[in-house]
């Protein structure tokens, strides 16, 4: 036993120096879902530069202050709808796949950019959004696909910076399109007419090219886009043999031998596991045998057996209460995901709304440090510039600085840091608008670096805590749809209320009451930040799976030989 014992510390030391490879990087795969989802982003963030005046162009109201309320209800009508079926979705993902779901959500972007273009009035806007928001619950669903494509802590920092980049590229051309393509009869009147389509409808040019990107989108996603659930990923999907299809027909048929179906190996050449499919322990398929006649390798999904002792992760899914997939660490993460989306989107709505708003006409006496009341009154073109700087800023900070600063000091730290300085840029924005007016441009950029910074180093830290902390990656759609859901209802919230306290602060002559009062908010998300612990998780342990695995088979076994008749010592009478 003692042999034995030392032969094995022996052997965790050699593993120690030689690790096992860490598998490939998907990186085809993140590039594809990133052409899925950078539709989205596109039509979300160009209505910003319109929106304030999309609403007075309604005559709902004639008072100015006014319009930023209304602002914001149209630009949260999607949160809202989003907020009321995003678990929803993320339980459907669960049990039908990730894929078909993005599917269904990208279709009804399309549609709502449509309808949303065509809008006559405020109402059929508020109903246009909110639409979107009901069919979209790809929030949540693109983070359990991107958790489900990364299986080691290894590979995180990079790719969860992949959506939040595609976020970024939205927010350069979102606000571009926007800004650019709204009233084109105004801005281009050599092109459009005034008794043409685009008079009658303003804003719809921008939607329509929103939709067009949706509709690529998909077409993308059905041809490339592979489903990533445990169960289903070995399924056959119609639309990406259709993709390897024309792709073989493109780059010729040497290419879709690289990517499509692999001749068949004997069946003692066959390996268990294929170096990319990362099947669950205690997972046994029930019919993946492939005889040497077939032409081709196959997975058939006919029955999955539990192995006797193996602890299959869905049967303990399905069977173990809420309060188990819900723990309080999961908790947590959620909670101050709900309050970063709560003030970061109201930074987003207050900001074109800020730039947008006209100097008081009736001077109200200014008291500082908190009385005061001014505008800047730029125009849609100006304001879609600075968000789109905004996005390149945001592009290259969520590229290159969280890597480098989460493989630093870990995601943990770094998520804590930013909720603790939050509440600073909330406190000093409203002061810019007594700057000189020589100086107002740079201090608009130095509030949008700042933020954005802030913006690219705290949500991909909270997307990775949130996946380290779920106890299995088969209850990941439900944890992220209800951390979806959380974040939906407080970006619903945030242009509601900060738009409310804006009007208020307004009439009042407190033009900072708004920023101050997403400022007490971001006081309570460090609160709660602080409290974040990051519990050992399946990620650790399936880290401590292959090491362990691998001190095993680096451990030689003393296999004891049986005597002979001749060699047996027969006992002394």
Same mark, same amino acid.
């Given at each position: 036993?003692?042999?034995?014992?030392?032969?094995?510390?022996?052997?965790? &030391?050699?593993?120690?120096?030689?690790?096992?490879?860490?598998?490939?990087?998907?990186?085809?795969?993140?590039?594809?879902?990133?052409?899925?989802?950078?539709?989205?982003?596109?039509?979300?963030?160009?209505? *910003?530069?319109?929106?304030?005046?999309?609403?007075?162009?309604?005559?709902?109201?004639?008072?100015?202050?006014?319009?930023?309320?209304?602002?914001?209800?149209?630009?949260?009508?999607?949160?809202?709808?989003?907020?009321?079926?995003?678990?929803?979705?993320?339980?459907? $993902?669960?049990?039908?796949?990730?894929?078909?779901?993005?599917?269904?959500?990208?279709?009804?972007?399309?549609?709502?950019?449509?309808? *949303?273009?065509?809008?006559?009035?405020?109402?059929?806007?508020?109903?246009?959004?909110?639409?979107?928001?009901?069919?979209?619950?790809?929030?949540? %669903?693109?983070?359990?696909?991107?958790?489900? @494509?990364?299986?080691?802590?290894?590979?995180?920092?990079?790719?969860?910076?992949?959506?939040?980049?595609?976020?970024?590229?939205? $927010?350069?051309?979102?606000? /571009?399109?926007?800004?650019?393509?709204?009233?084109?009869?105004?801005?281009?009147?050599?092109?459009?007419?005034?008794?043409?389509?685009?008079?009658?409808?303003?804003?719809?040019? =921008?939607?329509?090219?929103?939709?067009?990107?949706?509709?690529?989108?998909?077409?993308?996603?059905?041809?490339?886009?592979? &489903?990533?659930?445990?169960?289903?990923?070995?399924?056959?999907?119609?639309?990406?043999?259709?993709?390897?299809?024309?792709?073989?027909?493109?780059?010729?048929?040497? !290419?879709?031998?690289?990517?499509?179906?692999?001749?068949? !190996?004997?069946?003692?050449?066959?390996?268990?596991?294929?170096?990319?499919?990362?099947?669950?322990?205690?997972?046994?398929?029930?019919?993946?045998?492939?005889?040497?006649?077939?032409?081709?390798?196959?997975?058939?999904?006919?029955?999955?057996?539990?192995?006797?002792?193996?602890?299959?992760?869905?049967?303990?899914?399905?069977?173990?209460?809420?309060?188990?997939?819900?723990?309080?660490?999961?908790?947590?993460? +959620? +909670?101050?995901?709900?309050? @970063?989306?709560?003030?970061?989107?109201?930074?987003?709505?207050?900001?074109?709304?800020?730039?947008?708003?006209?100097?008081?006409?009736?001077?109200?006496?200014?008291?500082?440090?908190?009385?005061?009341?001014?505008?800047?009154?730029?125009?849609?073109?100006?304001?879609?510039?600075?968000?789109?700087?905004?996005?390149?800023?945001?592009?290259?900070?969520?590229?290159?600085?969280? =890597?480098?600063?989460?493989?630093?000091?870990?995601?943990?730290?770094?998520? !804590?840091?930013?909720?603790?300085?939050?509440?600073?840029?909330?406190?000093?924005?409203?002061?810019?608008?007594?700057?000189?007016? $020589?100086?107002?441009?740079?201090? %608009?950029?130095?509030?949008?670096?700042?933020? /954005?910074?802030?913006?690219?180093?705290?949500? =991909?830290?909270?997307?990775?805590? @949130?996946?380290?902390?779920?106890?299995?990656?088969?209850?990941?759609?439900?944890?992220?749809?209800?951390?979806?859901?959380?974040? $939906?209802?407080?970006?619903?919230?945030?242009?509601?209320?900060?738009?409310?306290?804006?009007?208020?602060?307004?009439?009042?002559?407190?033009?900072?009451?708004?920023?101050?009062?997403?400022?007490?908010?971001?006081?309570?998300?460090?609160?709660?930040?602080?409290?974040?612990?990051?519990?050992?998780?399946?990620?650790?342990?399936?880290?401590?799976?292959?090491?362990?695995?691998?001190? &095993?088979?680096?451990?030689?076994?003393?296999?004891?030989?049986?005597?002979?008749?001749?060699?047996?010592?027969?006992?002394? =009478?």
């Amino acid at each position: 036993m003692r042999t034995r014992r030392r032969n094995s510390m022996a052997g965790s &030391e050699t593993s120690v120096g030689s690790r096992k490879p860490l598998p490939p990087y998907p990186s085809r795969q993140l590039t594809i879902l990133a052409l899925c989802r950078i539709c989205e982003p596109i039509a979300f963030m160009s209505i *910003f530069p319109y929106i304030w005046h999309m609403v007075r162009d309604f005559g709902i109201t004639e008072d100015e202050n006014q319009i930023s309320f209304y602002a914001g209800m149209v630009t949260s009508a999607f949160t809202f709808a989003e907020f009321s079926t995003s678990f929803i979705w993320g339980r459907l $993902s669960d049990k039908i796949g990730r894929k078909p779901v993005l599917l269904m959500g990208m279709t009804g972007t399309g549609i709502s950019v449509i309808i *949303f273009g065509f809008a006559p009035n405020i109402w059929v806007a508020l109903g246009a959004r909110a639409l979107g928001g009901f069919l979209n619950g790809n929030i949540g %669903v693109l983070q359990t696909t991107v958790a489900e @494509l990364v299986t080691v802590k290894a590979h995180q920092p990079k790719a969860y910076t992949v959506m939040p980049l595609v976020w970024c590229i939205g $927010s350069i051309v979102g606000p /571009m399109i926007g800004g650019a393509l709204a009233k084109p009869v105004e801005s281009f009147p050599g092109l459009f007419s005034e008794q043409g389509l685009f008079n009658t409808f303003p804003y719809l040019l =921008p939607n329509l090219f929103s939709a067009i990107c949706v509709f690529i989108g998909v077409i993308v996603g059905i041809l490339f886009l592979e &489903e990533t659930h445990a169960e289903r990923k070995h399924r056959p999907d119609r639309g990406v043999e259709l993709g390897r299809s024309l792709m073989s027909r493109i780059w010729g048929s040497g !290419k879709a031998k690289d990517k499509g179906t692999l001749p068949a !190996k004997a069946p003692e050449e066959q390996p268990l596991l294929s170096e990319n499919d990362e099947l669950l322990p205690g997972y046994r398929t029930g019919s993946t045998r492939s005889s040497p006649a077939s032409d081709s390798v196959s997975v058939s999904e006919d029955s999955l057996d539990l192995e006797e002792g193996g602890g299959l992760e869905l049967a303990e899914a399905e069977k173990s209460p809420a309060g188990k997939v819900f723990t309080k660490a999961v908790i947590t993460v +959620i +909670i101050s995901y709900g309050i @970063l989306a709560f003030h970061t989107m109201a930074f987003d709505s207050l900001l074109p709304v800020f730039l947008s708003t006209n100097p008081p006409e009736r001077s109200t006496p200014t008291r500082l440090p908190f009385k005061f009341a001014d505008g800047f009154g730029w125009d849609t073109q100006r304001i879609g510039f600075i968000l789109s700087v905004q996005g390149v800023y945001s592009l290259a900070s969520t590229r290159l600085l969280f =890597p480098f600063v989460a493989n630093k000091i870990g995601a943990l730290r770094l998520f !804590k840091i930013m909720s603790v300085l939050y509440p600073l840029l909330y406190f000093f924005t409203p002061y810019i608008v007594l700057l000189p007016e $020589s100086l107002r441009m740079l201090s %608009v950029y130095g509030i949008v670096v700042w933020k /954005m910074t802030f913006s690219t180093l705290a949500y =991909p830290s909270n997307a990775i805590l @949130l996946t380290n902390s779920a106890p299995t990656t088969l209850t990941l759609g439900s944890i992220n749809g209800a951390a979806a859901m959380t974040a $939906s209802l407080c970006r619903a919230l945030g242009p509601i209320v900060s738009g409310y306290f804006y009007t208020q602060g307004m009439e009042s002559g407190y033009s900072g009451l708004s920023w101050w009062v997403a400022g007490l908010v971001a006081v309570v998300g460090a609160w709660v930040g602080l409290e974040i612990t990051e519990p050992k998780g399946r990620m650790d342990e399936k880290e401590e799976i292959d090491e362990t695995t691998e001190d &095993e088979s680096t451990t030689t076994p003393t296999t004891p030989t049986m005597p002979s008749e001749n060699d047996q010592t027969r006992p002394s =009478p």
